[in-house]
């Protein structure tokens, strides 16, 4: 069965570095998704991308955080300087059209220090 | 507001014995999906089952179902025949459809579930 699959599996990155965390999506699905978990707490939607563009973002999803999809298959998050509260786990999803359900990765879990 | 309340943050349930697991939403869309992910201790999120607002029966896959009741706005999820690999995080999920237009998924915040032999 197609998944997604996300790579690092864990990131650890100084304060203050840039992190860009990599996601291939199932590959005929259309919308695309970054959450984060932060330990022990509920998973929080950051950023729905579709058609080349973000769709909707989160008040969480500030001007550090930016999103790519480079090529064809390829959907990236970028962190442009971490901060100490971004350590989390963070998923990438994917779903098709309609009412299917999204697809999640199983996540990089990202650490700063 | 939240939008989705899962009131157990922990649930203990004997192997083979059935377990509800409870979600209440709040949304004023009339459109909406309602979607059930588990999230075992190594960290992945599986995908459950999923029940439409339109749905007229209630959502079953395998030895999971969703006793979707829209009236009181609550979409229980009930595994039957609880096995010890049923261990694990419990997250109800939210898709609206119309207002924002959104389509991410809204997260309750989950219940953990620990099957006993």
């Known amino acids: 069965e197609p998944e997604v699959t996300q790579t690092p599996s864990h990131q650890v990155t100084q304060m203050g570095q840039e992190v860009i965390l990599r996601c291939v999506p199932i590959?005929?699905?259309?919308?695309f998704y970054w959450y984060r978990q932060i330990l022990g707490q509920k998973v929080e939607f950051l950023v729905s991308?579709?058609?080349?563009?973000?769709?909707?973002k989160s008040e969480i999803f500030d001007d550090q955080f930016s999103v790519e999809r480079p090529d064809g298959s390829n959907f990236t998050l970028k962190i442009r300087s971490t901060k100490l509260e971004d350590s989390a786990m963070y998923f990438c999803?994917?779903?098709?059209?309609?009412?299917?359900?999204?697809?999640f990765g199983d996540g990089t879990r990202l650490s700063i220090l | 507001a939240q939008k989705i309340t899962q009131t157990q943050p922990g649930m203990f349930v004997q192997e083979k014995e059935a377990v509800t697991l409870d979600c209440t939403y709040d949304?004023?869309?009339?459109?909406?999906?309602l979607f059930w992910y588990k999230q075992p201790s190594s960290g992945e999120m599986i995908f459950l089952i999923y029940?439409?607002?339109?749905?007229?029966q209630n959502a079953t896959e395998g030895r999971y179902s969703l006793n979707f009741q829209k009236a009181r706005k609550s979409a229980n999820l009930v595994i039957s025949a609880s096995q010890l690999g049923d261990s694990a995080m419990y997250f109800c999920?939210?898709?609206?459809?119309?207002?924002?237009?959104?389509?991410?998924?809204?997260f309750g915040s989950g219940t953990r579930l620990q099957v006993q032999p």
């Open positions: 999920a939210m898709r609206e459809v119309q207002g924002t237009g959104r389509r991410a998924l809204t």
């Open positions: 949304t004023s869309d009339q459109s909406y999906g």
């Open positions: 029940q439409g607002s339109y749905d007229e």
């Open positions: 590959s005929n699905h259309l919308y």
């Open positions: 999803a994917s779903k098709g059209g309609g009412n299917q359900p999204q697809h």
């Open positions: 991308f579709y058609n080349n563009e973000i769709s909707e």
